[in-house]
């Protein structure tokens, strides 16, 4: 079996065109996702999705890649230090 870590991607969708994009790159990447919790914060028209996963590090380097180029969104991803 694969060595997998555990990290977590926090997203930021500042435009509405960036939500199509990133919920598309999710269901890609559904299998190594443990968790997914996304809060909509109307008052400042914002979308904000936290994705807990369990995989490869290339696997959520590929997907944390992909989703920084699309437009109108924000990312950030941070590994457990323990695996």
Not at 6 to 22: D, F, Q, S, V, Y
Not at 45 to 69: C, Q, R, Y
């Amino acid at each position: 079996m694969k060595e997998t870590r555990i990290a977590l991607i926090g997203i930021i969708i500042e435009e509405e065109k960036g939500i199509t994009p990133t919920n598309q790159l999710l269901h890609e990447y559904r299998d190594f996702i443990v968790g997914r919790m996304g809060i909509p914060y109307r008052e400042k028209d914002i979308n904000i999705i936290s994705i807990v996963l369990d995989a490869p590090e290339n696997a959520i380097s590929t997907l944390s890649g992909k989703l920084g180029m699309i437009d109108g969104i924000s990312v950030k991803s941070m590994f457990a230090k323990t695996k």
